[in-house]
Protein backbone atom coordinates (compact mmCIF):
# COMPACT_ATOMS: atom_id res chain seq x y z
CA UNK A 1 0.00 0.00 0.00
CA UNK A 2 3.13 2.62 0.95
CA UNK A 3 4.51 1.62 -2.81
CA UNK A 4 1.15 2.55 -4.32
CA UNK A 5 0.65 5.52 -2.01
CA UNK A 6 4.11 7.00 -3.13
CA UNK A 7 3.63 5.93 -6.44
CA UNK A 8 0.01 8.05 -6.87
CA UNK A 9 1.87 11.06 -5.26
CA UNK A 10 4.98 10.88 -7.65
CA UNK A 11 2.58 10.69 -10.74
CA UNK A 12 0.40 13.24 -9.57
CA UNK A 13 2.97 15.69 -8.76
CA UNK A 14 4.40 15.11 -12.43
CA UNK A 15 1.57 16.16 -13.80
CA UNK A 16 0.07 18.62 -11.01
CA UNK A 17 1.12 22.06 -12.84
CA UNK A 18 -0.47 21.10 -16.10
CA UNK A 19 -3.41 19.63 -14.67
CA UNK A 20 -4.60 22.92 -12.88
CA UNK A 21 -3.51 24.72 -15.80
CA UNK A 22 -5.31 22.54 -18.04
CA UNK A 23 -8.73 22.93 -15.45
CA UNK A 24 -8.16 26.70 -15.19
CA UNK A 25 -8.40 27.40 -18.72
CA UNK A 26 -11.34 24.73 -19.29
CA UNK A 27 -13.18 26.63 -16.58
CA UNK A 28 -12.15 29.99 -18.00
CA UNK A 29 -13.68 29.27 -21.34
CA UNK A 30 -16.54 27.77 -20.15
CA UNK A 31 -17.59 30.84 -17.81
CA UNK A 32 -16.76 33.12 -20.58
CA UNK A 33 -19.22 31.34 -22.84
CA UNK A 34 -21.81 31.34 -20.01
CA UNK A 35 -21.42 35.09 -20.41
CA UNK A 36 -21.28 35.18 -23.92
CA UNK A 37 -24.84 33.20 -23.73
CA UNK A 38 -26.79 35.42 -21.41
CA UNK A 39 -26.29 38.84 -23.69
CA UNK A 40 -26.00 37.21 -26.95
CA UNK A 41 -28.11 33.63 -26.61
CA UNK A 42 -30.64 35.53 -28.56
CA UNK A 43 -28.95 36.26 -31.39
CA UNK A 44 -26.46 33.51 -31.72
CA UNK A 45 -26.55 29.54 -30.61
CA UNK A 46 -23.39 28.60 -28.38
CA UNK A 47 -22.34 25.37 -28.94
CA UNK A 48 -19.61 23.70 -26.10
CA UNK A 49 -17.71 20.45 -25.21
CA UNK A 50 -16.39 19.88 -21.57
CA UNK A 51 -15.20 16.06 -22.17
CA UNK A 52 -13.36 16.60 -25.82
CA UNK A 53 -11.10 18.72 -24.32
CA UNK A 54 -10.48 16.45 -21.33
CA UNK A 55 -9.71 13.27 -23.67
CA UNK A 56 -7.54 15.31 -25.80
CA UNK A 57 -5.41 17.09 -22.46
CA UNK A 58 -5.21 12.98 -21.21
CA UNK A 59 -4.28 11.50 -24.48
CA UNK A 60 -1.52 14.44 -24.62
CA UNK A 61 -0.50 13.67 -20.69
CA UNK A 62 -0.16 10.02 -21.41
CA UNK A 63 1.97 10.32 -24.34
CA UNK A 64 4.26 11.75 -21.98
CA UNK A 65 4.65 9.37 -18.74
CA UNK A 66 7.66 7.07 -19.38
CA UNK A 67 9.57 9.92 -20.20
CA UNK A 68 8.74 11.81 -17.37
CA UNK A 69 8.68 9.01 -14.55
CA UNK A 70 9.78 5.27 -15.99
CA UNK A 71 13.47 6.32 -15.02
CA UNK A 72 12.67 7.49 -11.68
CA UNK A 73 10.63 4.40 -10.66
CA UNK A 74 13.13 2.10 -12.29
CA UNK A 75 16.10 4.02 -10.41
CA UNK A 76 13.94 3.61 -6.80
CA UNK A 77 14.06 -0.06 -7.94
CA UNK A 78 10.61 -1.08 -9.15
CA UNK A 79 10.00 -3.49 -11.76
CA UNK A 80 8.54 -2.69 -14.77
CA UNK A 81 5.39 -4.86 -13.96
CA UNK A 82 5.24 -3.22 -10.87
CA UNK A 83 5.30 0.05 -12.65
CA UNK A 84 2.61 -0.79 -15.08
CA UNK A 85 0.34 -1.93 -12.11
CA UNK A 86 0.41 1.63 -10.25
CA UNK A 87 0.36 3.59 -13.39
CA UNK A 88 -2.96 1.34 -14.52
CA UNK A 89 -4.34 2.40 -11.22
CA UNK A 90 -3.36 5.93 -11.15
CA UNK A 91 -4.98 5.71 -14.53
CA UNK A 92 -8.22 4.80 -13.44
CA UNK A 93 -7.95 6.79 -10.17
CA UNK A 94 -7.68 9.44 -12.93
CA UNK A 95 -10.46 8.60 -15.23
CA UNK A 96 -13.23 8.68 -12.18
CA UNK A 97 -11.83 11.98 -10.95
CA UNK A 98 -11.82 13.64 -14.52
CA UNK A 99 -14.56 11.94 -15.85
CA UNK A 100 -16.73 13.51 -12.15
CA UNK A 101 -15.13 16.76 -12.46
CA UNK A 102 -16.69 17.24 -15.99
CA UNK A 103 -19.93 15.46 -16.07
CA UNK A 104 -21.02 17.66 -13.53
CA UNK A 105 -19.85 20.69 -15.47
CA UNK A 106 -21.70 19.60 -18.07
CA UNK A 107 -24.95 18.94 -15.88
CA UNK A 108 -24.53 22.53 -14.47
CA UNK A 109 -24.36 24.12 -17.05
CA UNK A 110 -28.13 24.03 -18.93
CA UNK A 111 -29.00 25.49 -15.50
CA UNK A 112 -26.88 28.79 -15.31
CA UNK A 113 -27.39 29.16 -19.53
CA UNK A 114 -28.45 28.01 -23.06
CA UNK A 115 -25.57 26.64 -23.69
CA UNK A 116 -25.66 23.78 -26.57
CA UNK A 117 -23.60 20.86 -24.50
CA UNK A 118 -21.63 18.74 -27.02
CA UNK A 119 -21.15 15.05 -26.13
CA UNK A 120 -20.56 11.88 -27.63
CA UNK A 121 -23.02 9.62 -25.47
CA UNK A 122 -25.65 11.93 -27.42
CA UNK A 123 -25.46 9.98 -30.40
CA UNK A 124 -26.68 6.99 -28.72
CA UNK A 125 -29.16 9.16 -25.91
CA UNK A 126 -30.78 12.70 -26.16
CA UNK A 127 -31.29 12.98 -22.37
CA UNK A 128 -28.44 11.03 -20.68
CA UNK A 129 -28.02 10.39 -16.76
CA UNK A 130 -25.69 11.53 -15.06
CA UNK A 131 -24.24 7.91 -14.23
CA UNK A 132 -24.21 7.26 -17.78
CA UNK A 133 -22.64 10.65 -18.75
CA UNK A 134 -20.12 9.41 -16.28
CA UNK A 135 -19.58 5.99 -17.09
CA UNK A 136 -19.21 6.66 -20.77
CA UNK A 137 -16.63 9.27 -19.94
CA UNK A 138 -14.36 7.36 -17.75
CA UNK A 139 -14.41 4.82 -20.31
CA UNK A 140 -13.07 6.86 -22.84
CA UNK A 141 -10.55 8.99 -20.68
CA UNK A 142 -9.31 5.22 -19.85
CA UNK A 143 -9.52 4.78 -23.73
CA UNK A 144 -7.35 8.03 -24.14
CA UNK A 145 -4.84 7.68 -21.55
CA UNK A 146 -3.80 3.95 -22.88
CA UNK A 147 -4.09 5.50 -26.49
CA UNK A 148 -1.64 8.23 -25.23
CA UNK A 149 0.61 5.78 -23.95
CA UNK A 150 0.91 3.17 -26.56
CA UNK A 151 1.93 6.52 -28.80
CA UNK A 152 4.72 7.27 -26.10
CA UNK A 153 6.14 3.80 -26.08
CA UNK A 154 6.57 3.49 -29.64
CA UNK A 155 8.55 6.38 -29.30
CA UNK A 156 10.69 5.43 -25.98
CA UNK A 157 11.25 1.87 -27.67
CA UNK A 158 11.33 3.06 -31.81
CA UNK A 159 12.79 6.53 -31.35
CA UNK A 160 11.19 9.63 -33.47
CA UNK A 161 11.67 8.02 -36.75
CA UNK A 162 9.59 5.21 -35.60
CA UNK A 163 7.39 6.85 -33.75
CA UNK A 164 6.42 9.27 -36.79
CA UNK A 165 6.15 6.43 -39.08
CA UNK A 166 3.73 5.18 -36.64
CA UNK A 167 1.37 7.76 -36.71
CA UNK A 168 1.72 8.15 -40.23
CA UNK A 169 0.39 4.46 -40.61
CA UNK A 170 -2.81 5.67 -38.34
CA UNK A 171 -2.83 8.63 -40.40
CA UNK A 172 -3.96 6.08 -43.22
CA UNK A 173 -7.10 4.84 -41.58
CA UNK A 174 -9.40 7.56 -41.93
CA UNK A 175 -8.15 7.98 -45.44
CA UNK A 176 -9.19 4.24 -46.57
CA UNK A 177 -12.20 4.61 -44.43
CA UNK A 178 -13.09 7.34 -46.63
CA UNK A 179 -11.52 5.81 -50.08
CA UNK A 180 -13.85 2.60 -48.86
CA UNK A 181 -16.81 3.99 -47.42
CA UNK A 182 -16.58 2.46 -44.28
CA UNK A 183 -17.97 5.56 -41.98
CA UNK A 184 -21.39 4.59 -42.91
CA UNK A 185 -21.39 1.19 -41.65
CA UNK A 186 -19.37 2.63 -38.62
CA UNK A 187 -22.24 5.19 -38.13
CA UNK A 188 -24.86 2.65 -38.05
CA UNK A 189 -23.27 0.81 -35.79
CA UNK A 190 -22.76 3.29 -33.24
CA UNK A 191 -26.33 4.67 -33.78
CA UNK A 192 -27.37 0.93 -33.12
CA UNK A 193 -25.01 -0.29 -30.42
CA UNK A 194 -26.13 -0.61 -26.63
CA UNK A 195 -24.71 2.00 -24.27
CA UNK A 196 -23.19 -1.28 -22.50
CA UNK A 197 -22.09 -3.12 -25.62
CA UNK A 198 -20.15 0.26 -26.45
CA UNK A 199 -18.48 0.52 -22.76
CA UNK A 200 -17.74 -3.20 -22.69
CA UNK A 201 -16.07 -3.74 -25.96
CA UNK A 202 -13.98 -0.04 -25.43
CA UNK A 203 -12.82 -1.30 -21.91
CA UNK A 204 -11.90 -4.63 -23.33
CA UNK A 205 -9.94 -3.03 -26.21
CA UNK A 206 -7.98 -0.58 -23.95
CA UNK A 207 -7.24 -3.74 -21.77
CA UNK A 208 -5.81 -5.36 -24.67
CA UNK A 209 -3.88 -2.36 -25.18
CA UNK A 210 -2.65 -1.68 -22.07
CA UNK A 211 -1.53 -5.61 -22.22
CA UNK A 212 0.41 -4.55 -25.28
CA UNK A 213 1.99 -1.99 -24.02
CA UNK A 214 3.10 -3.87 -19.83
CA UNK A 215 4.65 -6.76 -22.78
CA UNK A 216 6.49 -3.76 -24.84
CA UNK A 217 7.81 -2.38 -21.44
CA UNK A 218 9.35 -5.43 -20.11
CA UNK A 219 12.09 -5.15 -21.97
CA UNK A 220 12.40 -1.46 -22.02
CA UNK A 221 15.69 0.60 -21.14
CA UNK A 222 15.91 3.19 -18.70
CA UNK A 223 16.80 5.85 -21.02
CA UNK A 224 14.40 5.92 -24.20
CA UNK A 225 15.61 5.44 -27.36
Known sequence: MKIIKGCFYVLFQSYKKQIMTFWCILFSIILLSVFLSKFFGQNISIAISVSIPVYIFYGIMAAKLLNKTLPYFLKLGLSRLQYMF???????SWSLIGSFISTCTQKIIPYVSNLFIIHPILL????????????????????????????????????????????????LIPIVTIIFKWYSPLFDLLSNIS????????????????????????NASVNPA
Not at 86 to 92: R, T
Not at 149 to 171: A, M, Q
Request: proline content about 1%.
Open 124 to 171: IDNSPSFLRMMTLDTVLLLFFLTSGLLLNVVFYRLGTLGGYSFIGLLG
Open 86 to 92: NVGLFFI
Open 195 to 218: TFALLSSLLVFSAFLYSIITMAIR
